[in-house]
């Protein structure tokens, strides 16, 4: 009961007033019926509208996290004392179930009592240190992982813990930190449980985080799952055992593994998915990280000797049950699987297409023959193996059973191998007996050899060896005589003299060559060691599709071609298309294989891509390659590697020609400098060349003059300086010609800051790719952010560099930028990626993807249902899983931007073919449906009511026939009929048709409007206004595929028009056809206005143009106005009344009647023809809005009150807001937060500030509730929150409370007052704002000139920055990020009272919102006083998702902090505010405070939050009391405080901080006591450097680690060199430091030194308590101390936790001990040693494998009672003469 008195305690501190106490009862600790407390007695709710939201409040009442389930209907037990609550209706965001709107009488029963699940506290366990089912207890809380301690802990309390956790029930528990110390906090102590709890938190304990232990008091326990009854025994009949295996069932005995039933399924004996027994039904395990060591573990739980193979990809079929482990990691020494690293039982991140799979070889079932009886005999041969025992004789059959009724597969041999040779030829082996030997080649020829090549899985052999052509092999020689037909299986199916049986000697082993089908390779497309990776198949060169492409596979084509390695993997067509056969795709090599097609791959020609995707490489240029060391990216000491490894070159000679070379070789330009005498510091390997003399023509350094042998040392060692830092470059986050910018420097990808990005610079990016030139520059982050480093900023290229390095810019990683202004670059030479119309017949498509045909259905031209066609007709997709990332991929697929909505439940009719698809899951970023993952072709739980459907964006023009042209008016057997416009825009172009693959031109003879009016109305448009010739549009490329085209005009194609014949003609390119469709400027938009009124603009050309304002009307500002979906115009204006455009001038002396559907049908000069400038730019005013109809000036007329009320937009409740009687409906809180601040109200078109006197609770209340918050918390005075500026508008305020708004209240008169500004009133409200926002049917005229929007907010953030959010329409919408930026959030910062912006945030940083868009395209001056002033697409009117939304970070009242008093990382808190440093008072200063001062220093967190001026009393104001953080903030003011300067303290409670600087450190490269010194600094582990570094500095480290002192200080990298950044040098320490950053260095990574001077430690293993605390070293200390041990330090290798070969730690390494005497007794010692109770077995010869080290010990003789090997008698350290073949091992035993 201790645990709930705790929990009525805080809930009766938490809640006051009339708030009602709370209570679970009937149910757990966590679980309940839901009771209150109210005069005097407990009553329950009734669950009449009871929901998870309801649920939410009453657990985070209680102190839980959140509800999990809301219970009904008595779930718990009927209550019995009064209902005391009906109709609950919460929102979730209340405080107390009290708070919820609700109803104090009910029409309810006690059947109807109210209940909740809550999520516990603690309802996270895990182990760890151990394995699946054992380890060290860890419960999460406070979002970190934290330990238990062992007081009290006893096999009680390990039964809660390992019954959370899925087992049974536990077989110990451990104490002692048994499994190791943890790191995190001790969470829980003194735990003690009845047993009976579902959760170690509802166990009687200390509290949450009270304790007084260390963590070597880490609780732990071993849990157990009985799991071997739920299988039958072994010698179970076999017609009662699953069929899927011959022994897929195995079992533990005497232990407690969760998953020790394993069985493989869907494949054959020895082969199949891998499937576990959990929970009492067969899951699988997901391929995530599956590998060939969990593999062999699985085999060999099943009793296999070891896996061949660990598949994935579901490929032996997709399960059915639960997924039970992710994420496997096994090492391969495990008995099971569950004793592998996983993410936790049923804990995974997969779907059953990722259902990893096993093949295992030596199956015991290979014993048996493929035909006959089993026998007498056969008999005898199972029971003689090794796999089976006299139990099988139970399963076997006294008579004679046919084989066949068995289900064994039988093949003696069926293992084969080829050795001494490559992929494809080689020395044949068989595997026979445990071991592989060779077949003798009497009488072999090419009958044998094509049986051994047709069973390794090549289609036949083209030679048959002798004479050990590849070698002589070593084991037995297992086949002679063999005499094939050619027809068998495997080699022992043909005739052969029997197994063993032979006269001959290795020198005659056999051999073979097979036919290999990819054995030629080129590159193609780049250069000698790079290019497009082609095959030759079938008599062409065919392509590789780059899906899977990676290393391992390039590797493989390198190797292949003669080279040594690859260097890269590319993908995207890197180095241009191909236009063969696409002939692999889904390549998985394992790195080894000698050519591609023997590697892993989908099929030959089996794929589902385009050319767009043909896998390119770049291999090892030469056979010692190079590399520069030492310096950075284009600097370094020249490096070559032959043999293995890598060497360097000696100076002797050494110059720029030499030089050049070596830079020409890594792909920089020339060299810069020669460099010697090691400038770039010493290497470690041999010296490779010497005496190198170039001409500086070569290619590769070793083609120089050189000597292979030298007279150097590495003191000489040579060096270079490249020119061209920057010669690599790639496209990232888009596709082959567009995407993100990023460059190559210092070993990482970076990308280009956007200042100054223009198209010269695009250019530059562009040509250094290989393509022509750039077509566009794109700027913030337009194809998403990158996450490297910025290498360049403001970039300035001429336009003729090479590379950017050589334009302008503002030094290498020198920047002011963030990833938001990653720069991007559209390249052109791309062939055009329009896709073919759905109409077209499948057979006549290009073999892109097996659903590369989509239309839409049931709907419009750009909505509608989906349907694909399939297998000659068209089908449906199902919505199951259907979102906007899938509606994306089937719009681009139709030529849309994107999707804006994805449709569900057949909302545009059922279709009536058969489903396709089914769970579609795209990323998005798909070039068609069939590429994302899916259940499988018309594989499907769905009717026709869940047909799919889409709404795309409209913005390009529908290029594409509609998809409800009736079938009879399609084309049933057109060759041509696909067609597209190229070289031109949206309707016009070159005229290109699609045939034989490719796209090709139309020639002009003959070419009239006719025929253009075929081709436009074969895109969609209505007809053709012109027909042009001569390629006015550009000279296509392709094949000229129509001349002379004939048409009479009812043509739905171009090819049924009369012709020369295809690809029949006399043209050449110059004579090109093109057209110009109807609807020409079909987009229109209103600029540098507002929603409904700006200056028109039209888009012409790829680009927006004005139209000049000669002859402009009303009737041409109604038909732009109709266009843009109002009804009419009311005012067309000139004089560029909205300012001017910036684009072409597209139209002039425009001429409508007023009835035409788009401006370019009325009648005007033609396009871009004029005699205008911008400041005659047109504009209009269009209605349909309903502020229009209000004056902006006048008073509110009888007249006017009819208007309004005869509007479709106004009801009767607008006269209750006509009368003059609420003059002050805005008002907003100013200098403080979203709900606190200065009360400042809008009178005559200003902000003005309400005076103090007689202000209080109910007039605060009043202002609150006309904010949209439910009440005030405080009314404030003495302008706490800053003095306001504008006129005083209100004083002497008295209100009831019951008033809508403050000028309801009595006060002295509008201005009328006695004040000055430092009386201005304030409030806080409460923070959960209600729907009580002005209505949006207020008059304009009684609104203030600020907008529509005037109501903002930020959300999802803190106090001064979130994502923005507008109220309009009466809820609150976000803000689209297109075109945001710093003036546009410093409009939205101002109108929330703070100074300015700080930042301007995208991409919805600060999470998505939920409700409309309300604003897109904002466009701000900066002097605006809201957001609806700016230029803006129009309300609601916009192209985002929520991913969009925009946000901001406003300026910060006490954005500057300080430490004082201290030194760096510690010190009195000082804030500056009004121009002085202030201090804090430690009024409830604790660690939540200090972590937010810290990390607003820049430190990760806080160790400690100090008081009582620790550090010296502060002299200035006392800025901030009572200051309570949650420790989520970014600054102090965001924290709740008492209010600036309001404070009851003095000087000698100023607060400070210690902050955490290393918040890590750990020992590298060495054992559990010594190592190399790493700190964990900015994110990543680092050294320390050895200048200065003695045993007072090693002192601190050891005592930090959990020592008791260090017994060494080492140096000179005595435990290998780190790799990462070196953080401290010259550390100089006094020894009582607590951690190193504690003591004096030079600085954070401040340092002169190299990774060999690394510093390391050796701690003292001594316990604490040997050590006197005061005193002398006396006699019996010496003495005491002596005894403790040499050889502290051992370990158990080669075997598992509790068996191995024992080592022992002496002088700095590790050793082994011989078996020499070795018994039980001395086994013991070293168990005890180890922490186990005893020995179970001494082993010796080496069982455990042979260790490497030296022999310490020999001749151990021990009495038993030793604590250390060291105290039993030996012949001395390292005194033997033994081999590691007698190497001595344990096995201890494990309770």
């Given amino acids: ?272 998915r891998v499937e576990v027994y959990y929970n009492e039904q067969w899951g699988t395990v997901c391929d995530d990280g599956w590998d060939l060591n969990d593999a062999h573990v699985v085999c060999r739980q099943l009793g296999f000797e070891s896996a061949l193979e660990g598949n994935s990809n579901a490929m032996y079929g997709l399960g059915s049950g639960p997924i039970v482990l992710d994420d496997v990691d096994c090492t391969g020494d495990e008995h099971s699987l569950d004793q592998c690293r996983h993410n ?33 005999e056969l008999t005898t041969l199972l029971l003689s193996t090794s796999y089976f025992t006299e139990a099988l004789t139970t399963l076997l059959p006294s008579t004679k059973v046919p084989i066949r009724l068995w289900r064994w597969r039988v093949d003696i041999l069926n293992t084969v191998r080829l050795a001494g040779g490559g992929g494809n030829y080689g020395r044949v082996e068989v595997y026979y007996k445990g071991q592989w030997g060779t077949v003798c080649d009497d009488l072999w020829d090419s009958d044998d050899a094509n049986v051994v090549c047709r069973q390794l899985g090549f289609e036949f052999a083209l030679e048959g060896n002798r004479n050990a052509l590849y070698g002589q092999g070593s084991g037995p020689i297992v086949l002679d005589d063999v005499e094939c037909t050619g027809d068998e299986d495997s080699l022992d199916q043909c005739r052969h003299n029997g197994l063993e049986e032979h006269n001959c000697g290795h020198h005659e082993d056999a051999g073979v060559v097979c036919q290999n089908i990819l054995n030629t390779v080129r590159l193609a497309g780049g250069g000698g060691n790079y290019g497009r990776v082609e095959v030759y198949y079938k008599g062409q060169w065919g392509t590789v599709c780059d899906d899977w492409w990676d290393s391992d596979d390039a590797n493989v084509v390198c190797r292949q071609l003669g080279f040594e390695f690859a260097l890269e993997g590319n993908r995207y067509a890197l180095y241009g298309q191909g236009s063969g056969p696409i002939v692999l795709d889904d390549v998985e090599c394992t790195g080894d294989e000698d050519s591609l097609d023997q590697c892993r791959h989908n099929g030959l020609e089996e794929h589902n891509c385009g050319h767009h995707e043909d896998a390119g490489v770049v291999c090892q240029s030469n056979a010692k390659e190079i590399r520069l060391a030492g310096g950075a990216g284009n600097t370094g000491r020249v490096e070559v590697y032959h043999n293995g490894q890598w060497g360097t070159v000696c100076d002797d000679g050494w110059g720029i020609e030499e030089a050049d070379v070596v830079c020409r070789q890594l792909g920089f330009e020339s060299a810069s400098w020669s460099r010697t005498k090691a400038h770039y510091g010493q290497g470690t390997g041999p010296i490779l060349l010497d005496d190198v003399v170039c001409d500086g023509s070569e290619t590769s350094l070793t083609q120089c003059s050189h000597s292979d042998t030298d007279n150097c040392q590495h003191t000489e060692d040579a060096g270079v300086d490249c020119y061209s830092v920057l010669n690599n470059v790639r496209l990232a986050g888009g596709g082959g010609n567009y995407g993100r910018v990023e460059v190559y420097y210092n070993g990482q990808w970076g990308t280009v800051c956007d200042d100054g990005w223009d198209l010269i610079d695009a250019n530059v990016v562009c040509r250094q790719l290989g393509f022509d030139s750039a077509l566009e520059s794109k700027s913030s982050a337009f194809y998403g952010q990158g996450s490297g480093t910025i290498v360049l900023d403001d970039v300035d290229c001429t336009g003729d560099e090479d590379s950017l390095d050589q334009c302008g810019h503002a030094g290498l990683e020198e920047h002011n930028c963030g990833h938001h202004e990653d720069a991007g670059v559209v390249c052109q030479n791309t062939p055009n990626t329009l896709l073919p119309t759905t109409d077209t017949p499948s057979s006549l498509l290009p073999t892109t993807g097996v659903l590369n045909n989509v239309r839409l259905a049931g709907g419009g031209g750009n909505f509608g249902r989906v349907e694909v066609y399939y297998k000659g007709q068209w089908g449906t997709v199902c919505d199951d899983l259907w979102d906007s990332d899938d509606a994306n991929v089937v719009c681009r697929q139709l030529g849309f931007e994107f999707a804006l909505e994805g449709n569900r439940n057949a909302l545009y009719g059922q279709g009536s073919g058969p489903i396709v698809l089914d769970d579609v899951e795209c990323t998005g970023d798909e070039d068609s449906l069939d590429q994302c993952r899916h259940n499988g072709l018309e594989e499907h739980n769905c009717g026709h009511y869940e047909d799919a459907g889409v709404v795309c964006s409209n913005t390009p023009n529908t290029l594409l026939p509609t998809t409800d042209t009736p079938n009879t008016l399609l084309p049933t057997t057109g060759v041509l009929n696909n067609v597209r416009l190229a070289g031109g825009g949206g309707n016009y172009g070159r005229v ?192 349909n809005t309903p502020s229009t109809l209000l004056p902006t000036t006048g008073y509110i007329t009888e007249e006017l009150t009819t208007l309004l009320l005869s509007t479709s937009y106004s009801t009767e409740a607008l006269t209750t807001l006509l009368p003059s009687t609420n003059i002050l409906n805005t008002v907003r809180l100013a200098g403080g937060g979203g709900n606190y601040g200065r009360v400042e109200v809008y009178y005559k078109g200003q902000w003005g500030t309400v005076c103090d006197d007689l202000w209080d609770s109910d007039d605060a209340n009043v202002v609150c509730r006309q904010l949209g918050f439910e009440f005030a918390l405080e009314g404030n005075r003495n302008a706490l929150y800053g003095q306001g500026s504008g006129p005083i508008v209100l004083d002497d305020v008295e209100c009831t409370g019951d008033e809508d708004s403050l000028d309801q209240c009595r006060h002295n008169g509008l201005e009328e007052h006695n004040c000055r500004h430092h009386e201005d009133a304030g409030v806080v409200c409460q ?43 009466g809820q609150w919408g976000t803000v689209c990020d297109d075109g945001w930026d710093l003036i546009d959030a410093n409009v939205v910062c101002r109108q929330l009272g703070f100074d300015s912006a700080l930042e301007y945030n995208s991409n919805a940083l600060y999470g998505q919102g939920s409700g409309p868009i309300m604003l897109d395209d904002v466009d701000c001056t900066g002097d605006e006083d809201s957001l609806d002033q700016c230029g803006h697409a129009g309300l609601e009117e916009h192209n985002c998702g929520h991913h969009e939304d925009a946000g901001v970070v406003c300026n910060s009242v006490l954005n500057n ?135 007072n500095d090693a002192h601190v480290i050891c005592r930090q680690l959990g020592f008791e002192f260090a017994l060494e200080g080492n140096s000179n990298a005595l435990y290998g060199q780190g790799s990462g950044p070196i953080v401290l040098d010259n550390v100089n320490c006094m020894g009582d430091e607590d951690s190193l950053d504690q003591c004096r260095h030079n600085g954070l990574e401040e340092h002169n030194c190299v990774h060999y001077e690394d510093a390391g430690v050796v701690c003292s293993n001594t316990p604490s308590t040997l050590l006197p605390t005061t005193g002398y070293i006396t006699e019996e200390l010496t003495t005491l101390l002596l005894s403790t041990s040499v050889l502290n330090n051992v370990r158990l290798a080669g075997g598992g936790a509790n068996y191995g070969r024992v080592e022992v730690y002496y002088n700095g390494q590790w050793g082994t001990v011989c078996d020499d005497g070795w018994d039980v007794t001395d086994a013991n010692v070293v168990c005890r040693q180890l922490g186990f109770d005893s020995a179970k077995e001494g082993n010796s010869y080496a069982l455990y494998g042979q260790g490497s080290g030296p022999i310490v010990l020999d001749d151990v003789d021990c009495t038993g009672d030793e604590d250390f090997l060291d105290q039993c008698g030996h012949a001395g350290l390292e005194n033997h003469d033994c081999g590691h073949h007698e190497d001595a091992g344990v096995v201890c035993t494990v309770l």
């Fill in 1327 to 1369: 923070n959960t704002p209600n729907t009580l926002l002005p209505t949006t049917d207020t008059p304009s005229s009684l609104l203030p000139t600020t907008g529509v929007l005037n109501n903002v907010r930020l959300a999802g953030g803190g106090g001064n920055y979130g994502r923005v959010e507008v109220y309009y329409n």
């Fill in 344 to 376: 936790g039982l049923e804990e995974h991140n997969c779907v059953h297409y990722e259902d990893a799979g096993v093949v295992c070889s030596n199956t015991p079932s290979t014993l048996l023959p493929t035909t006959g009886y089993i026998t007498e």
């Fill in 992 to 1183: 290109e048709v699609y045939y034989n693959g490719q796209w090709g031109t139309v020639c002009d003879d003959g070419w009239d409007l006719i025929d253009a009016n075929v081709v436009c109305r074969q895109l969609g448009f209505d007809s053709a206004l012109e027909y042009n010739s001569n390629a006015l549009y550009d000279q296509g490329s392709g094949p000229i595929v129509l001349d002379d085209v004939d048409c009479t005009g009812d043509e739905d194609s171009l090819d049924q028009c009369g012709h020369a014949g295809l690809e029949k003609h006399n043209c050449g390119h110059h004579e090109d056809a093109g057209v110009v469709c109807n609807s020409v400027l079909n987009n229109v938009r209103l600029a540098g206005g507002g929603g409904h009124y700006g200056r028109v603009e039209v888009y012409y050309k790829g680009q927006w143009g004005t139209v000049c304002d000669d002859l402009w009307d009303s009737d041409d500002a109604n038909v732009v106005c109709r266009q843009l979906g109002f009804e009419f115009a009311l005012e067309g204006n000139r004089d560029a009344l909205y300012g001017q455009g910036s684009g072409p001038i597209v139209l002039d002396d425009v001429e409508c009647t007023g009835d035409e559907d788009s401006l370019d049908q009325c009648r005007h000069n033609g396009l871009e023809e004029h005699n205008c400038g911008h400041y005659e730019d047109a504009g209009v005013v269009c209605s």
């Fill in 1457 to 1591: 902090v300080r430490l004082a008093g201290g030194g760096g990382n510690y010190g009195r808190v000082e804030v500056y505010y009004n121009e002085q440093w202030g201090t804090v008072c430690d009024d409830g200063w604790d660690l939540n405070d200090a972590h937010v001062v810290c990390r607003q220093l820049g430190f990760e967190s806080a160790l400690e939050g100090n008081s009582n001026a620790m550090y010296g009393l502060g002299s200035g104001p006392i800025v901030l009391d009572d200051v309570d953080c949650t420790g989520d903030e970014h600054s102090l003011d965001q924290c709740r405080h008492a209010g600036l300067e309001e404070d009851n303290c003095d000087h000698f409670e100023d607060a400070g901080v210690v902050c955490r600087v290393f918040d890590n450190v750990r020992l590298a490269g060495g054992g559990g006591n010594y190592g190399r010194v790493e700190v964990h600094y900015n994110g990543q582990w680092g050294t320390v450097c050895d200048d200065g570094w003695d045993l």
């Fill in 1 to 272: 009961m201790q645990l709930w008195w705790l929990l009525v305690v805080a809930c009766s501190v938490l809640i006051s007033g009339n708030a009602k106490l709370i209570r679970l009862a009937g149910g757990a600790g966590n679980t309940g019926r839901v009771e209150v407390y109210h005069n005097g007695q407990w009553g329950t709710v009734c669950d009449d509208g009871w929901g998870l939201e309801e649920a939410n409040v009453v657990c985070r009442q209680l102190g839980f996290e959140s509800a999990s389930w809301s219970r009904t209907m008595a779930h718990y037990g009927q209550g019995t004392g009064p209902i005391l609550l009906d109709d609950v209706v919460c929102d979730g965001s209340e405080t107390f179930l009290t708070q919820c709107s609700h109803s104090d009488t009910h029409d309810c029963q006690h059947t109807e009592d109210a209940g909740v699940d809550c999520y516990s506290v603690l309802n996270n366990v895990r182990l760890a240190g151990g394995g699946g089912n054992y380890g060290r207890v860890e419960v999460y809380y406070n979002g970190q992982w934290g330990t238990v301690c062992d007081d009290g802990w006893d096999l009680i309390d390990a039964n809660v813990v390992c019954r959370q956790l899925g087992f049974e029930s536990a077989l110990e528990s451990k104490s002692s930190a048994f499994y190791g110390q943890g790191s995190g906090t001790i969470v829980l102590d003194d735990v003690d449980c009845t047993g009976d709890e579902d959760s170690l938190d509802q166990c009687r304990h200390n509290g949450l985080e009270e304790h007084n232990c260390v963590h070597y008091e880490d609780a732990g326990v071993v849990c157990s799952n009985t799991p071997n009854t739920l299988l039958p025994t072994t010698d179970t009949p076999s017609s009662l055992l699953p069929t899927t295996g011959v022994w897929n069932n195995v079992r533990l005995a005497g232990g407690g593994g969760v998953l020790n039933n394993v069985r493989l399924a869907g494949g054959g004996g020895n082969y199949g």
